[in-house]
């Protein structure tokens, strides 16, 4: 269904309607960005028992604001060796992805400003949710070519990791999509949220069970370079990664495009298996609710996004690729294939997951077996953590291996 | 090796969701501070008796003793009409550069008359070289016995109480028979203090200032061994 804005032709008061919508958005999304900052460095305290920032402003709201300002009197650097035009454009490529992306997000429901039908959300195209997609794959643009034209090592090191992990778990993060796409019938998110309206139960993350949900969660962080899986700026191995090199307003522009990212893939995941705006509301107000309902259930995500960053070590990179590749690619595309399934005729798709399930676990067990051939399977193959042991412990204590 | 061994890392949220109700272990320091343990050694004051006169007598046995070689002494014949301190010599120069001391208390033991002592006060800090040299106008006591307030110094309330430092268990002399006997002298604004507790447990912690070790540092001790610490 067309954006019913655009339906009785393109005037005046429908432009101007326009810009305000993206000139509202823009600012509530920046203000918000300032907020989460805030909000991460305060929950991430309080799991580590700190007090965390309260000095600019009541509870210490304004750091970020504090810290931005600063940023922007900070000397802008700019490597020898660095590829001037790329250097400068990188940090764009990073940011306005992350500022285009929340304009598909319907925030609220839909009401009526002077004659004219408005969806609270800045754009409604027909093919929403595949402009998410390729914006977020336009974004990896930005931390590859930051990395790429610092004319430095380590943030090269960076740049590569990026774009191997960006590009592996975007498609999980795209078959996901499509069992919720399967689901809903359209590709408009208005069409996906409402589909999903009036009752819990028919929000996405319970109809298409749990795990398209579970992956677009993992995959999406992997996707926004957040912990655990932000090998790409990897502080403890690459000195900050891809955007080493960047000082002053460059690097203020990653750095609001990641917090950017958190508060867009947080609304994106609401708008995708929550329902996004919708929750019960009341007879007076009725604008409200909807939004109320969508801040809430953000703000929810936002904090779980939190959580794990404080929860979880980085990953290694081989772990990365192989939980990408081996584990949530398979998963995401079998669970397509059965929602698919389920669609088709729900026995079939029952059939289709026992088949799945029964596959899943041979593979799993050959690959356990073979494993453990090669792990046991002694010193000629030289591999394997156990058989290092092995040769350790008759080292250290040659009674006690028998030998 | 189960199925689900790779799910135990999850263990690490549990971990952290429950730390958001543990209490806070940062401190607003320069708001708030900790107790300083008793025998902190911080910056010196020259006291002098009850009647006024400085303790000094300008021997300079603290500035042979200092291994940072901090201390320059120089002593005077005294006005025998107007005496600044009792008996033949006085201190006449008395310095201590602070960019140099290393608040080893060596000083305070060579001090046959205990006329140097350290304070507990750490937090003071300089913009010259000039200000880090600390000369008698600064050093000795005011008329009331307690340390002069610089500007550059952060002394918070009763933390000039019971800042000379002194803090014999046993006898001046250290031997065991003495113990909890004054061999001391009365010093201006304390009078003669009572020993603190030595072996045979006998003490007097009000009248001598003293902390015990465990109030001192009860913050960082548990719960469950008597301190505060959840």
């Known amino acids: 269904m067309p954006d019913p804005l655009f339906a009785h032709g393109v005037g005046l008061a429908v432009i101007v309607i326009v810009i305000v919508k993206a000139v509202v958005a823009f600012a509530a999304l920046l203000v918000a960005t300032m907020l989460m900052v805030w909000f991460e460095r305060k929950v991430i305290s309080d799991m580590q028992d700190r007090i965390g920032p309260n000095r600019a402003g009541p509870f210490g709201l304004l750091q970020s604001l504090a810290d931005g300002t600063k940023l922007f009197f900070k000397e802008d650097l700019l490597p020898d060796r660095a590829d001037r035009f790329v250097f400068r454009l990188a940090p764009l490529l990073a940011v306005v992805p992350a500022f285009l992306m929340f304009a598909i997000v319907p925030v609220g429901g839909v009401v009526t400003i002077a004659h004219h039908v408005v969806e609270l959300q800045v754009a409604d195209p027909p093919m929403g949710i595949l402009f998410l997609l390729a914006l977020s794959s336009v974004a990896v643009y930005g931390t590859m070519l930051a990395g790429w034209s610092s004319g430095s090592k380590y943030p090269l090191l960076g740049s590569i990791r990026a774009s191997a992990q960006m590009i592996s778990y975007e498609a999980a993060l795209g078959l996901t999509v499509v069992t919720v796409v399967l689901e809903s019938h359209s590709l408009s998110t208005r069409a996906i949220v409402e589909s999903q309206a009036h009752h819990f139960w028919q929000w996405n993350v319970l109809r298409l069970g749990i795990v398209p949900f579970v992956v677009f969660l993992i995959a999406s962080t992997a996707e926004m370079n957040r912990p655990p899986f932000d090998l790409a700026e990897g502080e403890s191995e690459l000195g900050g990664g891809f955007n080493t090199e960047y000082s002053s307003l460059r690097f203020a522009l990653f750095y609001l495009a990641e917090f950017m990212n958190t508060i867009t893939m947080s609304a994106v995941a609401v708008t995708l298996f929550f329902g996004g705006p919708d929750g019960p509301g009341f007879h007076f107000l009725t604008w409200l609710w909807p939004i109320a309902w969508f801040v809430g259930k953000t703000v929810v995500f936002c904090y779980i996004q939190v959580w794990i960053r404080a929860s979880l070590p980085r990953m290694r990179y081989d772990q990365l690729m192989d939980l990408g590749w081996k584990r949530l690619i398979p998963l995401s595309l079998g669970w397509l294939l059965v929602v698919a399934g389920v669609i088709v005729s729900v026995a079939w798709g029952f059939a289709l997951l026992g088949a799945g399930v029964v596959g899943a676990g041979l593979l799993y067990q050959a690959v356990r077996v073979g494993r453990r051939r090669r792990d046991t399977g002694a010193v000629v193959t030289g591999g394997g953590r156990a058989a290092g042991m092995t040769r350790l412990v008759a080292t250290l204590d040659p009674e006690k291996s028998g030998s | ?230």
């Not at chain 2, 090796?1 to 952290?16: E, I």
Request: one cysteine or more; charged letters at 30%; proline letters at 6%.
């Open chain 2, 1 to 230: 090796m189960g199925m689900f061994d790779d799910l135990r890392f999850f263990g690490g949220f549990k971990v952290t969701l429950k730390q958001v109700l543990e209490p806070r272990v940062t401190r607003q320091y320069p708001k708030e501070k900790q107790p300083k343990p008793p025998r902190a050694h911080g910056r010196h004051v020259l006291n002098r008796y009850e009647d006024g006169m400085e303790k000094c007598i300008g021997c300079e046995l603290c500035a042979a003793v200092c291994p940072a070689d901090c201390i320059y002494v120089r002593g005077a014949d005294n006005d025998p009409d107007a005496p600044t301190s009792p008996g033949e010599r006085f201190g006449f120069v008395y310095e201590i550069n602070y960019l140099r001391c290393i608040h080893c208390d060596l000083c305070v033991e060579a001090c046959p008359t205990e006329a140097i002592t350290e304070s507990k006060l750490f937090e003071f800090s300089f913009t010259s070289r000039a200000d880090a040299i600390y000369t008698k106008n600064e050093l000795v006591v005011d008329d009331d016995g307690m340390p002069k307030h610089l500007p550059w110094e952060d002394w918070r309330d009763g933390e000039d109480q019971h800042s000379s430092g002194w803090m014999r268990a046993t006898a001046a002399n250290g031997a065991a028979q003495y113990e909890g006997e004054v061999q001391w002298s009365g010093e201006l604004g304390y009078g003669v203090r009572p020993a603190e507790a030595g072996q045979s447990g006998r003490r007097d912690d009000e009248a001598t200032g003293n902390i015990s070790v465990r109030t001192a540092s009860r913050n960082k001790i548990p719960i469950r061994l008597g301190g505060r610490v959840r």
